[in-house]
């Protein structure tokens, strides 16, 4: 083990765009990835706990408010129109079904409500429902969160407008792999997007998805990518891949576990503020991975029966693991949170 290379600080402020010395080379990622699980973990927590409350978790309940029939053909995704995964296409939900559903889900502890749809990216007139749906959501007194694909110019001033606190667009995986899972757009596209959200001063969600068959060093990329992101981004979900029946990723072969856990921690170590999501996969997760997951640095998680189209664990389960954990639901507004012990970004 290199403990030079793993123990060099970060440099702040990186910008790759103007060529300079980026803040996480993926070389040190890696580093992190090669400590000893024990150490890794430990530098995680000790990171953590200068943050954030490290018994206190965010939950963030999803809406899928257009399911299905997505034009373009991500490998990982069941609502893709091309492959036959048994998911029905449905229409744009009513703004009346998704306020009852986001008051359910206040109902039952979540603070933010992430309403997602199987779109490219949204056309205006798909736009002005969801700007419905914000308003409509933002008026429960919840955190909104939306995932619609790319937005073109504008679209992002729209939301902000309407009182979007959050929009989630994943890189989902390293530059390099990332044309081994989808061919309909680059990651570049997501990249505008994303600075698209950030031009409109809506925080940014964004992450990745791991077990797809890739390579620990596309892991550390992808950490490494994010954690480079100036400003890094305010939430970051982990995605374990959930294999669909019908995709072009049903049948890889899983990842490790104990491996998840690690991207968990690099993610917690080279993005100390941000909220770090232990997200899809989670219903296939023994809870001692869980709890592995929040000792690493895991500080938010997608709360309620479903995700968008797959399960996720029960509430009452979710209940009796945060009382065996000691764990509590974080109260509203987990970015404030995030200046528990405010130090260095
Ligand atoms: N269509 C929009 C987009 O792609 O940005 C929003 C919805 S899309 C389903 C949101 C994210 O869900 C993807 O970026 C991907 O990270 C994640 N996702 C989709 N299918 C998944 C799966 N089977 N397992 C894990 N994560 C998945
Ligand atoms: C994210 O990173 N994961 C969520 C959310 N953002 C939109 C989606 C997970 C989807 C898992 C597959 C499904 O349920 O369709
Ligand atoms: Fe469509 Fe999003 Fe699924 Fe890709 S991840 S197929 S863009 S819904």
Not at 268 to 277: G, L, Q
Not at 283 to 293: D, H
Not at 310 to 325: I, K, M, Q, S, Y
């Amino acid at each position: 083990m290199d403990t030079a290379t793993v123990n060099e600080t970060p440099r702040h402020h990186a910008d790759t765009a103007t060529g300079a010395k980026p803040r996480w080379t993926v070389e040190q990622v890696e580093a992190l990835f090669n400590l000893s699980f024990n150490d890794l973990i430990y530098r995680a927590q000790s990171v953590h706990r200068a943050h954030f409350d490290p018994n206190a978790v965010q939950l963030s309940t999803l809406l899928s408010i257009k399911t299905g029939g997505c034009p373009e053909d991500c490998g990982y995704c069941p609502q893709a129109a091309r492959y036959h995964t048994g998911v029905d296409n449905e229409d744009t939900l009513s703004v009346d079904d998704v306020v009852a559903a986001a008051r359910a889900a206040k109902s039952q502890g979540a603070t933010r409500f992430c309403m997602g749809a199987a779109w490219r990216g949204p056309k205006q007139r798909e736009l002005d429902q969801v700007i419905a749906m914000v308003k409509a959501v933002r008026g429960l007194g919840m955190e909104t969160c939306a995932t619609l694909g790319l937005l073109k110019d504008g679209q992002a001033e729209q939301l902000k407008a309407a009182g979007l606190d959050y929009y989630n667009h994943n890189i989902d995986t390293s530059p390099e792999f990332y044309g081994e899972i989808i061919t309909t757009r680059t990651q570049q596209d997501r990249l505008d997007t994303l600075a698209r959200v950030r031009a409109a001063e809506i925080h940014v969600c964004c992450g990745g998805i791991v077990g797809m068959g890739e390579p620990r060093r596309s892991r550390a990329a992808l950490i490494a990518q994010l954690a480079n992101m100036d400003p890094y981004p305010e939430s970051v979900p982990i995605n374990n891949l959930v294999q669909v029946e019908g995709t072009p990723l049903y049948g890889t072969e899983k990842l490790d576990l104990l491996e998840f856990v690690r991207t968990i921690a690099c993610a917690r170590i080279t993005m100390p503020k941000a909220m770090v999501r232990l997200s899809a996969g989670r219903r296939e997760m023994p809870e001692g991975i869980q709890a592995l997951c929040f000792l690493a640095g895991a500080n938010s998680i997608f709360y309620g029966e479903k995700l968008l189209t797959t399960g996720n664990p029960d509430v009452e389960n979710d209940h009796a693991l945060f009382a065996r954990l000691g764990l509590r639901p974080m109260e509203a507004n987990g970015e404030e949170r995030a200046d528990v012990g405010r130090g260095e970004r």
